[in-house]
């Protein structure tokens, strides 16, 4: 079993949808980041949460420590929102990101 | 501000042939440093780290290896590829210590025939 699991692997909805993607893990950790890539291959940072709620734009990241469980939404998805999205979590007392297998995420006009 | 350059883009090489990627960093210093592998259809894992110049950690034994010979610059080689290198190879950079954001460089798409 993993240490980051995330549902679902693949995602596909309409244009304006809010749209919820799942991780959980199993180890304690110090932070979690959530993480976008592009067709191309380029990977931007959009989330690191440690508690709480994190807002930025039409992105909302959410943890809860206690259950282990983060969510990243998305309200009113768009075409550009498809890319796979990335959980990742670093491990308490290590440098080491551990990640998440991603979620495609495809929005369909 | 911070930027950081991964360089070729896209390699195809093939098996038993030597490799050398190079990253580095603009506009910081004294960061944290890591080369990740994306092979097809699997998602991102550590291969090295380093926290200064000289210092490097092996998270994967392979044949791959990784040095750091300047503040700013990461590099990651091989002598012999392997059909098995085949990948996305990402390198990111961190402010040292803690659990600050990594940010990631645009990646070397390697292909090995």
């Known amino acids: 079993k993993n240490e980051v699991e995330q549902s679902p692997q693949n995602l596909t909805a309409q244009e304006g949808e809010f749209i919820t993607i799942n991780c959980s893990y199993s180890?304690?950790?110090?932070?979690l980041h959530w993480l976008q890539q592009h067709p191309g291959g380029g990977i931007v940072s959009l989330f690191m949460?440690?508690?709480g709620k994190k807002k930025h734009g039409r992105l909302i990241a959410t943890i809860n420590i206690q259950e282990k469980h983060s969510s990243l939404h998305i309200t009113a998805s768009h075409p550009r929102d498809s890319a796979v999205y990335i959980c990742?979590?670093?491990?308490?007392?290590?440098?080491?990101?551990?990640f998440g297998q991603g979620t495609r995420l495809t929005i369909n006009p | 501000s911070q930027t950081i350059h991964q360089w070729p883009a896209t390699l195809v090489q093939p098996v038993g042939s030597p490799l050398s990627l190079e990253c580095t960093v603009e506009?910081?210093?004294?960061?944290?440093l890591y080369w990740y592998r994306q092979a097809a259809g699997r998602g991102l894992q550590l291969l090295f780290y380093?926290?200064?110049?000289?210092?490097i950690s092996s998270e994967v034994p392979q044949n791959l290896s990784a040095s750091r010979p300047q503040d700013r610059q990461f590099i990651l080689s091989s002598k012999k590829l392997l059909l098995s290198d085949s990948g996305f190879y990402l390198c990111?950079?961190?402010?040292?210590?803690?659990?600050?954001?990594?940010?990631f460089g645009p990646g070397t798409r390697l292909l090995v025939l």
């Open positions: 990111a950079w961190s402010v040292r210590g803690g659990k600050e954001t990594q940010y």
């Open positions: 180890v304690g950790i110090s932070a």
């Open positions: 949460l440690s508690s």
């Open positions: 990742a979590v670093r491990v308490q007392g290590a440098q080491k990101l551990v």
């Open positions: 506009g910081t210093s004294n960061p944290n």
């Open positions: 380093s926290v200064g110049i000289g210092q």
